[in-house]
């Protein structure tokens, strides 16, 4: 049969605004988050990491929040700009490394 | 420092082939996983290598197959190719000696099955 490829969220947002981008984990015994952004042909590139002993961290225009309680991870990017258009996941390490579907973010100039 | 290489970056094989991958982690990097990216599934963990060893399997059938030499360079094999085998092959190194930790990822190899 013919295959259906997945429907990514999509994000767009204007240039210089700030980008929220969420992912919802499944296990709850994942110590490790982080979050990699792909752009075409790529492979997957590290922006910024979390561990479960913490709530939230910064990086260079980049932030991560984790809750623990509803098993929900957030990328927020100040300023975004045209460069950051890519497809974002957040991935989960815990005995396997699991990647969410990814968000496709768009940047208009 | 070099990132990490995989060849080829582009295959095409028939229903029924084997097919070989190589990676070439970053100097120094001791744990080499490989992912299988498809529009359909996403990003799919294959299995990952630590020293030699097998350290972690995901979900994949037997015809899906690796190693890992002394030099850190790893190869999967596929056998008896499917359609379904079509796919973006990526292989990620790491320093961390326990777990995954931040993992650097290849370009990939696109693997066609026809």
């Known amino acids: 049969g013919e295959s259906v490829g997945l429907h990514l969220p999509t994000l767009s947002v204007q240039e210089g605004d700030n980008s929220i981008i969420n992912c919802a984990y499944s296990n709850s015994a994942s110590d490790y988050f982080i979050w990699y952004k792909q752009e075409s042909g790529k492979g997957p590139q590290f922006i910024i990491d979390i561990r479960s002993n913490m709530d939230k961290r910064q990086g260079q225009r980049v932030t991560v929040l984790l809750n623990k309680t509803v098993k929900h991870l957030s990328l927020q990017i100040a300023a975004t700009q045209p460069g950051d258009s890519a497809v974002y996941f957040c991935?989960?390490?815990?005995?396997?490394?699991?990647f969410g579907t990814g968000t496709s973010l768009t940047v208009i100039p | 420092k070099a990132g990490v290489t995989q060849t080829p970056r582009y295959l095409i094989k028939t229903r029924g082939q084997q097919v070989t991958l190589s990676c070439s982690p970053i100097s120094g990097h001791r744990s080499v996983s490989w992912y299988q990216q498809t529009p359909g599934q996403g990003l799919q963990f294959l299995f990952e290598y630590f020293s030699e060893t097998q350290r972690n399997k995901g979900n994949f059938p037997g015809r899906f197959s690796g190693r890992q030499f002394s030099n850190s360079r790893s190869e999967m094999n596929v056998s008896t190719l499917e359609l379904g085998d079509s796919a973006l092959y990526l292989c990620a190194s790491s320093a961390q000696t326990s777990g995954r930790g931040e993992q650097y990822f290849g370009p990939g190899t696109r693997l066609t099955v026809t």
């Open positions: 991935a989960e390490d815990g005995n396997q490394f699991y």
